[in-house]
């Protein structure tokens, strides 16, 4: 052979061999990928059977004496504080604010800690303890917080620098986190480009689109091909019946954009003498918020405690009337219990709050058909909480296994997204994102975590 030949065999040879450990390292990082949604999968559900568990020992718990909440609501949610600040920090409040934070903030020492697994399981173990004593929470946001977690573990086990990279594995995560939480594929899509994501080049992302799709087969596998409400066979026909949709988008948007200025102002500081209370005594100001819920609790007959998954559903599917007032005692008793700083999501409370004012508008709307008002009314108040039209409208119309009501719903849910967007201009999430952010950035970074994300990026 002569030597041109046989050096240009070799060069050949050499790229083959580079072209296979190129495609090796591609495949094994994309089963990597699909194992952290698999694994998203698998904890969302046994997270919602843990929480199911958990409001109904509370149920129990309430059927047996209504006045036990007096005491365990305090005592419950101090504690929860007081683990919170102590062992979990990073744990509080609903998790789709921190999500969003740790896909803008630079400090990746700081997204290490706040995703950690460690912290992750605080907010399981934290929000399934908030459920079991009865405050007015969801386990929907914490689910995305918690998908972003083991993503990011998944990157930093890859050894993965690139900063684009990273923040797509988080934002695959939560997306992740809504689809298995829901059972709700194409919401976790349109949640991940709507609400978590500020970039082209990640809302295509691939790796968002298999989680997404893995995390929920995952779910369906485990727990079957259900619906969140159930299905619902209604339809709003163009004529009279959009009158629903208008009175929805009016009493829903306020309410939504209400509720979300109020939680905005909060998060810069509850004004005067409550504020300096809740300021220096996190946990005896979390222990009051307690005796307020079971007070609420007591006026309701037990209508506001836990996620409202229960009084939803009943509401929706026309077996249960509630006055105007549960809805009422229900806001309130969200407010509370975010205020108090335990872990726990929003998105549960918002929907249930949501079905009681389309269960109290359908009764004067007697031409309409009564479950499409009360979805119209759902779609409405949380549209116009998280501001995001889109994620409202797909999350809802797949939760109740309805194409019918599809324009109904859009139509609605962007009216009350106006709405609130008058009443409070700051979307809530980013508002408390930002508020976040600016928390973490000034927390004091270790000289450990300083080393491993060093180390890291030189890899």
Not at 111 to 140: H, N, P, Q
Not at 196 to 210: D, I, N, P, V
Not at 267 to 287: D, E, K, N, Q
Request: charge should be positive.
């Amino acid at each position: 052979m002569r030597p041109g030949t046989a050096l240009l065999h070799q060069h050949r040879l050499d790229h083959l061999r580079r072209s296979a450990w190129v495609t090796t390292t591609q495949w094994r990082r994309a089963l990597t990928w699909w194992l952290g949604a698999v694994l998203v999968g698998v904890v969302a559900v046994s997270f919602a059977a843990l929480s199911d568990k958990a409001g109904l020992l509370c149920a129990r718990m309430v059927h047996w004496n209504p006045c036990v909440m007096l005491a365990v609501l305090p005592a419950g949610l101090a504690l929860s504080t007081w683990l919170t600040r102590r062992f979990f920090k990073g744990a509080q409040g609903s998790g789709i604010p921190q999500t969003i934070a740790m896909l803008h903030i630079d400090n990746f020492a700081a997204v290490d800690r706040v995703l950690a697994l460690k912290t992750a399981i605080g907010k399981i173990i934290l929000t399934i303890f908030g459920l079991l004593c009865g405050a007015s929470i969801g386990r929907e946001g914490p689910t995305v917080q918690i998908g972003a977690s083991i993503m990011h573990a998944f990157s930093r086990l890859l050894g993965i620098s690139n900063v684009t990279m990273k923040r797509g594995a988080i934002l695959a995560g939560g997306a992740a986190g809504v689809s298995a939480a829901f059972n709700t594929p194409l919401a976790g899509i349109v949640f991940a480009i709507e609400e978590l994501s500020h970039s082209f080049e990640q809302r295509t992302s691939g790796t968002m689109l298999a989680g997404v799709v893995l995390s929920g087969v995952t779910a369906i596998a485990l727990v079957g091909n259900y619906t969140y409400f159930g299905h619902t066979d209604v339809d709003v026909p163009i004529g009279t019946a959009w009158i629903a949709v208008l009175a929805c988008a009016i009493i829903g948007g306020v309410a939504g954009g209400s509720f979300s200025a109020i939680l905005v102002r909060a998060s810069r500081g509850i004004p005067g003498l409550l504020g300096r209370f809740a300021m220096r005594r996190p946990v005896a100001f979390a222990a009051s918020c307690g005796l307020v819920l079971a007070l609420i609790g007591l006026a309701s007959h037990g209508a506001t405690y836990g996620t409202g998954y229960g009084q939803a559903r009943a509401i929706i599917d026309g077996t249960e009337h509630y006055p105007a007032s549960f809805f009422l005692y229900k806001f309130a008793a969200t407010i509370v219990s975010y205020l108090s700083g335990i872990p726990g999501g929003l998105f549960a409370p918002s929907l249930s709050i949501g079905a009681g004012i389309g269960g109290w508008i359908q009764q004067f709307l007697p031409h309409s058909t009564p479950g499409a008002v009360v979805l119209l009314g759902t779609v409405a108040y949380f549209s116009a909480v998280v501001q995001a039209p889109l994620t409202a409208t797909v999350i809802v119309m797949e939760m109740c296994d309805n194409q019918q009501v599809t324009l109904a719903l859009m139509a609605t849910s962007f009216l009350a997204f106006g709405i609130s967007r008058s009443i409070c201009p700051r979307p809530l999430y980013t508002a408390l994102a930002e508020r976040f952010m600016e928390a973490v950035e000034r927390a004091p970074v270790t000289r450990r975590e300083e080393l491993r994300t060093e180390i890291e990026e030189r890899r």
